[in-house]
């Protein structure tokens, strides 16, 4: 891999896309056993001068899904790169999604029934480790130089993790990479009440730490459709003074359904009560960069494959998004406390 500048759009795609590439590599070079002599991994890092500083463990199964990559300052100057390119963060966290062999196939299938179930990544062990690690490297580096990465499932958990601390005042940037958005909760309401109750029974027997809520952010029991609103951790109350928009990047397929949800606009029928409920940019929606893959028909592994992102022929469309998944997901970020005006923030 050769490092070159790009466009700061297409420079951000493709590192981070291949970051999370080398996420997935660090779990298989563990599972077979490779050494630093033949580690696949670090070939997905090394190019675009950065360097691995921490990687994040499920103790469940010992299963690295995660990494902390910062740039390095001295391969960088070996190679005559005096400074970090534009939009190049100093440190990235990177996420990965569900790698079906047989080591982590489990524990990553229990998050995604547990995303599926309840919504929320917020009772996973990964949950706490994420969050702690990107809290760790924005008290280093500033959450300005600063960015969260996820495909998939790791997009799920970047997303809640990056919202956890944007409802603490710290912005960091968020690059979502396919993020789940099914609800089989709805799709099962569809099929009748029958499956609903096994549902329901089903959900009752998923692994929890008590920490999963079914209420959101006002307190009362959210609505099946669509994304639960994650709660805000510590008992943290936002202000309404110097409240700022937090608009994470979405990259999206048209033809995964695990995510082609996200690019659903508002539909008319609710288009008032989600007037109401986010206090956020653009007529009290909530605003989120999206980039939209579209080529056609395609088969599912291949519209969800991570590949597709850091290629060099990847035509996107980009727009200042809104949708209803995305206005639910995000509007806990927007709500003010009860005792407080509500103040719009600043386009």
Known sequence: MIFVYRKKENYKRTVFSCFIQAVYLLEIDRQENRTEENALAPNWWRGFKYKLTQTLIDERDGSIFGAVLEWDRAAALADMVLMRPSGAPKAVLALRGTLLKGPTIRRDIEDDLRFLAWESLKGSVRFKVALEALKSVAEMHGS??????????????????????????????????????????????????????????????????????????????????????????????????????????????????????YTDPDGTEDKKEADKENAGPANGHVAAKLFVMSKGKQKFLEAHGLEQWWSDDVQLQQALHNSKLMSRQLKSLYTFPATQPTQRLPQ
Not at 240 to 259: E, H, Q, R, T
Request: charged share 15%; with cysteine.
């Open 144 to 261: 300005s130089n600063v960015c969260v990465a996820g495909h998939s499932l790791g997009a799920g958990f970047a997303l809640q993790v990056g919202k956890a601390l944007a409802k603490e005042g710290v912005y960091v940037e968020a690059h979502l990479f396919n993020p789940p958005s099914v609800s089989m909760a709805m799709s099962l309401r569809n099929i009748g009440e029958k499956a609903g109750f096994a549902w329901k029974r089903f959900k009752s027997m998923l692994p929890s730490n008590g920490e999963t809520q079914a209420t959101g952010d006002d307190g009362e029991k959210t609505s099946t459709l669509g994304l639960r609103s994650w709660i805000p951790p510590f008992g943290y109350k936002t202000s309404s003074m110097g409240l700022k928009n937090w608009a994470p990047n979405f990259y999206v397929n048209n033809s995964d359904y695990i995510c082609c949800s």
